[in-house]
């Protein structure tokens, strides 16, 4: 590693987050929304905790490497090989130190499994290699690929160094687009084998199982643009089925989503236009295939709140 | 056939190895059959690291250089599983084979024959598992936690790899049985349990895990087989199933698995820190009920590693809070290592710095697994790096660590022969170096967001990539030199004397000559 | 047969040398490469596989025909029983945790994800968005009706006929075993005989009455392996269960043939003994299976 490239690297520790992807550093991104905050200083906290006790514990070890050394004469105290009293200390205090961890880790876990109130809900569904997004209640879907100066990089010995490309491998083709300052829930399934979506500066990570429907749920507070990545391992392509979120403003998004629909209406004037489906493994999940199409999406989880002032804006 | 038994009858000569290939292929005797154990672990040791370094290799920079990506999922999945079942398992069955038998007092193993049955299924399980590496769309290819529907898309290698597990389970089932046997009913007389070396107790427990959960594996490699191919619908929601479920089952077995992997490390540092602290052992039954506490507990924490998978509140809530207990039982021992050596009176052999190494680094490996069980953070180190060096800390500069420092401790009992000190010195301090380089960066890989079993990786990653591949490459070559130690030591060397260490070892393995005979404790020494 | 050694009480018999692990271990590979071949439809498969079986009866008959003849010599003291009981015991409680995996998929199945895939609980959108209308009720094939029929229908064996029937066939033959035992501690060798005979008749018996069962099943029932997750644990819990008491009648028929023979004596019978807790086994893990498969 050259001396600048070091250099790189503490100012990517100490320096400030970039608009686009995780920031280069040693430790767990801050991230946007109040959980990722949360969960960041959870990590911190057991992490502290277990830097004091290992200060303890490997202390005692070196002082006894450094002390009791046969070199420097020790003679050993061959009577001392029990004490009820040391046993029940050393018993206790790590049941409170876990205690004092295991209230805040339980606290943020009750938060985050709260999906309560949503504000907006997206169908994520992932594929073989990619993921399908759909905006519930809204009429629009759509699926989002990694990108293609990514794509081409990253094939066998394709002779392109990934350092030319622009965010190489965490760029897609279409973002997943959300609204500042808004409870965003995620219904998230797949339709092939299991993937998981994970977002770090979100804090957000849950298996996409097919047959089944996972929730997760977000409140972006910065806009900006976070990529993550498909984390359960689905096959040959599994490093490759990156995801972006752009969070914008919420005027923004009710623009986006308005030339969306548009688009939408225009493709489905003229069809054949709509993207062929990926092969569905039909045995697997038969109603998934169903349930991509909008109509199976009306039920009752549209987001009236949302829609209704975005369309007072059109 | 019928003459084989003629041969049975106890010989006279009592030294007398029968000799060449056939003695390798019939025998029953204990020491024998540890000695292919351990040869072949470290034979699947220095494969399974083959393919590692492959892993590492392509890991080297970003963008995809040397492998297909399904061709690096499948070294993945097949150095996980020879590493697991091939290198670490065995190795502690060979241990098992050679000292239980030695420190209880007994003439053999309870089950002479059925021993060497469980060892000679090993070579043909690996031979069917590396085989499917031949066949057309290669070896299995989706992880060694073989989660469905991606294992079920597997190839040709698909029944093999199922197959090849039932045989592993069949062959640790028989050796676990074989432990618990040899030790409940071959004692010497006065030998009473808590008299028994630890060793040979974290064995015990560990057989019990053994028998308890390899079972639960192969249901559920079978009902992966039938999914695939009878049409049940046991991971097929569209039946009425749930992909989830498998995971459940797996992680049943999974989690006591990895204890199984780390409670005869156990073992072996507290027969090694007692000798070169020169004292016994701090709090011998805190010891042992530890190592059953844990035992008790790896039965209901199995889904911590199922935190993202979509479980209901109160689930992660249950998993979350029993994991942690854990740390309790296992921090008792380590706090017990760490008393044996105050106010002792040290020396630092290879045995000794392996274990002492032992110490430090399978506990930097428990804090990273206590993070790890905090549900909402895991959410975050959930299938990154994070676990990658979680893992390899426990199992490497664990597991590992332990087999080598046990190897180092006992092998001039096997031999009759001193080994080079200077060099397995040299080859400690290689290994504890370069393992740190291989590993600790990728704490920080996985906490700045690298999945796990990935190919390729985006650019911001490639620094610390870098130093972890280097640390990959020395610590493999650094491996060599241990084979060499153990060869030169097995043909040549200084006398080693019956008590081998200057430090007065206790237990009965040291009161046998060395190398130790061929039959030891023909009659049952006493034990006061 | 060469065997006129005395017996020393104080040593524990170790065999020097045996062809048989070495045997059993090709005869595994064998098995388990025939298995795959098989799976994977290649023509050479079964042959392999056949082959494969082959070894594994040799080994067996060769196997435990050295260690009863060594046994008949009477080389194992009372330590070489003690180490033959509790290795079985121990491998009995492996089958039960094998067991155990299918149950806690029947378990499972019927408790969180049959709920889950109809709404209830924490996955209420499984329902909505995915497989709208399905409403889990036990028997069940799962949203998609999976099975032979086009209509997606089956039906299910009810516990209280040909089930229940077998139940009793076992419990009568855990009676029988029972006596038999009682027989021959007491030295009452016909009464053994008779008793012992009658035990794997009536395992063979209810092997039968499975195998028409599951005739029924597949040509009147539509119930099939792949009949969706009631199929799958019915076919395999019951096809496991019925593996071993096939074992197990076989167990019985070969101990028989010993005690024909003139083996064991009242104090000293492990195998007879073996065989019984085997048998055992199968019997309670037999009602446990009429309550959850068939019954509930
Ligand atoms: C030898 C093997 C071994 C051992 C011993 C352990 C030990 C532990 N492991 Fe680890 N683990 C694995 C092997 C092992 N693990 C493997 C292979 C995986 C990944 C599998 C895969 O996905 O492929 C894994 C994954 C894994 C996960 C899942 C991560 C994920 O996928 O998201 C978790 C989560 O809870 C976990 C937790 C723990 C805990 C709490 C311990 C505890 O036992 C550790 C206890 C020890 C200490 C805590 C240190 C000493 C204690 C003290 C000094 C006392 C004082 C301390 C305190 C009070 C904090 N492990
Ligand atoms: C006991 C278990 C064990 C052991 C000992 C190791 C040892 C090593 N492991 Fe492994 N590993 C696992 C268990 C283990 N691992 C598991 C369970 C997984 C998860 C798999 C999954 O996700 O499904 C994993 C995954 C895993 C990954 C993650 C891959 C990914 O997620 O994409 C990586 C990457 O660095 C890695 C690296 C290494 C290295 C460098 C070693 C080194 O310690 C190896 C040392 C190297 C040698 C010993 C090589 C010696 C060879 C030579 C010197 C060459 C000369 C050759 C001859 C003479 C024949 N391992
Ligand atoms: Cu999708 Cu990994
Ligand atoms: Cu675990």
Redesign the pocket.
């Known amino acids: 590693m050259s001396a600048a490239k070091i250099a790189a690297v503490l100012a990517g520790v100490l320096g400030s987050a970039s608009a686009y992807a995780y920031e280069n550093s040693y430790n767990m991104p801050v991230g946007v929304t109040p959980i990722s905050r949360e969960v960041h200083g959870l990590h911190m906290l057991i992490f502290w905790i277990c830097v004091i006790i290992a200060v303890f514990v490997f202390g005692a070890m070196i002082y006894s490497i450094w002390k009791f050394r046969k070199s420097k004469g020790a003679v050993p105290d061959k009577t001392l090989t029990h004490s009820t009293k040391v046993e029940v200390v050393w018993t206790v205090i790590p049941v409170l130190i876990l205690v004092s961890m295991a209230v805040p880790a339980t606290r943020t876990l009750i938060k985050i499994e709260d999906t309560r109130d949503a504000e907006l809900s997206i169908k994520v569904t992932g594929y073989q290699w990619m993921w399908h997004y759909d905006y519930l209640g809204q009429d629009i879907g759509f699926y989002s690929r990694m990108a293609t100066p990514s794509n081409v990089a990253r094939q066998l010995r394709s002779g392109i160094d990934p350092n030319t490309v622009e965010n190489y491998l965490l760029e897609v083709d279409n973002r997943l687009v959300v609204p500042v300052d808004t409870k965003v829930r995620v219904l998230i399934t797949a339709n092939d084998v299991i993937h998981s979506w994970w977002v770090p500066q979100f804090a957000v990570k849950k298996d996409a199982i097919p047959g089944f429907v996972n929730e997760a749920w977000f409140k972006a507070e910065k806009v900006g643009v976070y990529p993550g990545q498909c984390t359960e ?1 689905c096959g040959r392509d599994h490093a490759f089925m990156p995801i972006v979120v752009e969070v914008v403003s919420k005027e923004d998004f009710a623009k986006w989503l308005a030339d969306r629909k548009a688009a939408t209406q225009q493709a489905q004037a003229a069809p054949a236009a709509e993207p062929a489906a990926p092969v569905e493994a039909a045995a697997q999940t038969p109603a998934t295939a169903a349930a991509t199409a909008p109509a199976a999406t009306t039920v009752s989880l549209q987001n009236t709140q949302l829609a209704a002032p975005v369309a007072a804006k059109l | 056939m019928a003459n084989t038994s003629t041969h049975v009858a106890h010989d006279a000569d009592h030294d007398h190895k029968p000799h060449g290939l056939k003695r390798w292929l019939f025998t029953t005797n204990h020491k024998d059959i540890g000695t292919m154990y351990l040869v072949f672990a470290l034979l699947m ?6 393919m ?2 492959v ?2 290799l392509e ?1 080297f920079s970003p963008g995809v250089q040397f492998v297909d990506p399904g061709f ?1 999922n499948q070294m ?2 097949m ?2 599983l020879i ?2 079942f091939g ?2 398992m065995p190795a502690f069955v060979g241990l098992a084979n050679w000292m239980i038998p030695l420190q209880i007092g007994a003439p053999d193993m309870a089950l002479p024959r059925m021993n060497n049955f469980s060892f000679w299924i090993l070579p043909f399980a690996f031979t069917l598992l590396m085989a499917t590496l031949f066949l057309p769309g290669g070896g299995p290819a989706g ?3 073989m989660y469905p529907p991606l294992s079920l898309q597997g190839g040709d290698s698909f029944a093999l790899m199922i197959f090849a597990i039932h045989l592993m389970g069949a062959s640790s089932i028989m050796g676990a049985i074989n432990v618990i046997v040899t030790i409940m009913n071959m004692r010497a007389p006065g030998m009473t349990l808590l008299k028994l070396p630890l060793f040979c107790w974290t064995w015990l427990i560990t057989a019990y895990l053994l028998i308890a959960v390899m079972p639960v594996l192969a249901g559920a490699v079978t009902m992966l087989l039938t999914d695939h191919f009878l049409l049940t619908s046991f991971f097929n929601p569209a039946g009425g199933g749930d992909p989830v479920m498998f995971q459940h089952i797996f992680w049943f077995f999974g989690h006591p698995e990895v204890y199984i ?1 780390i409670l005869p490390a156990f073992g072996i540092v507290s027969e090694i820190i007692p000798t070169f602290s020169r004292k016994p052992l701090f709090g011998y039954d805190a010891m042992v009920y530890a190592t059953a506490s844990i035992a008790f507990l790896s039965f209901v924490v199995w889904a911590h590693h199922m935190f993202t998978v979509g479980m209901p509140l109160a689930g992660q809530l249950f998993f979350m809070l029993s994991t942690m207990l854990i740390a309790v039982p296992t921090g008792v021992k380590v706090f017990n290592w760490t008393t044996t050596m105050w106010r002792g009176s040290l020396s630092f052999e290879p045995p000794m710095l392996f274990a002492i190494a032992f110490l430090f680094l399978f506990t930097i490996g428990g804090f990273s697994g206590l993070m790890l069980a905090i549900a909402p953070a895991d959410f975050q180190y959930h299938d990154t ?1 994070f676990v ?1 060096a979680h ?2 800390y426990v ?2 500069p664990g ?2 660590f332990a087999i080598m420092a046990g190897v180092y401790y006992w092998l001039p009992k096997w031999t009759g022969h001193m080994y080079d000190m200077k060099l397995a010195k040299w080859h400690f301090w290689l290994s504890t170096i370069s ?1 740190n380089v ?1 590993f600790f960066p ?1 704490h920080f890989l996985g906490l700045a967001g690298m999945p ?4 390729d990786y985006n650019t911001q990653f490639t620094d610390w990539n870098v130093v ?2 280097i640390g ?1 490459f020395v ?3 650094s ?2 030199l241990f084979v060499w130690i153990i060869w030169k030591s097995a043909r040549s060397g200084a006398k080693a004397t019956a008590e081998v260490w200057d430090a007065q070892p206790s237990g009965l393995e040291w009161t046998v000559p060395s190398p130790a005979p061929y039959h030891t404790f023909d009659k049952a020494p006493e034990v006061r | 047969m060469a065997t006129t050694h005395e017996v020393d009480p104080n040593r524990y018999y170790v065999p020097h040398s045996s062809p048989w692990p070495i045997f059993g271990s090709v005869a595994l590979f064998v098995l388990a490469a025939g298995a795959a071949l098989t799976l994977e439809q290649t023509t050479l498969g079964p042959y392999v596989l056949g082959l494969g079986f082959l070894l594994l009866f040799v080994l067996f008959f060769g196997w435990f025909r050295n260690v009863v003849d060594e046994n008949q010599a009477g080389m194992y003291n009372a330590a070489v029983d003690r180490s033959f009981r509790m290795g079985m015991m121990w491998f009995i409680f492996s089958e039960v945790m094998f067991f155990a995996a299918f149950f806690g998929a029947l378990f499972y199945a019927r408790q969180f994800s049959l709920p889950w895939l109809s709404g209830e609980g924490a996955k209420a959108v499984t329902n909505v968005l995915l497989w709208p209308g399905f409403e889990a009720a036990w028997p069940s094939n799962g949203p998609a009706d999976l099975g032979p029929r086009d209509d997606g229908s089956f039906e299910t064996i009810p516990a209280f006929g040909l089930p229940a029937f077998n139940t009793l066939l076992l419990l009568t033959s855990g009676v029988t075993i029972t006596i038999a035992h009682h027989a021959l501690r007491a030295g009452k060798r016909a009464q053994l005989s008779l008793f012992l005979a009658a035990t794997w008749i009536l395992g063979f018996i209810f092997l039968g009455v499975q195998i028409y069962e599951y005739h029924y099943a597949y040509t009147d029932l539509g119930l099939t392996l792949g009949t969706g997750i009631y199929g799958s644990t019915f076919f395999m819990l019951t096809g496991f269960h019925g593996f071993h008491v096939m074992v197990g009648a076989i167990m019985l028929l070969v101990i028989w043939l010993r005690v024909v023979k003139g083996h064991f004596s009242p104090e000293r019978h492990f195998a007879f003994e073996a065989t019984a807790w085997y048998w055992h086994f199968v019997d309670v893990v037999w009602l446990i299976l009429f309550v959850f498969v068939y019954w509930l």
């Open positions: 391992l | 040791f220095f494969v399974g690291g083959a590692a370094l892993i590492r890991l690096y993945l999945t150095h996980a590493m697991i290198a670490v992880g060694w936690t992997l790096y990658v893992f390899h199992l490497v597991a590992v393992v291989l990728q796990r079993r990935i190919v972890s591949s990959g610590f493999g070559f491996q060599l």
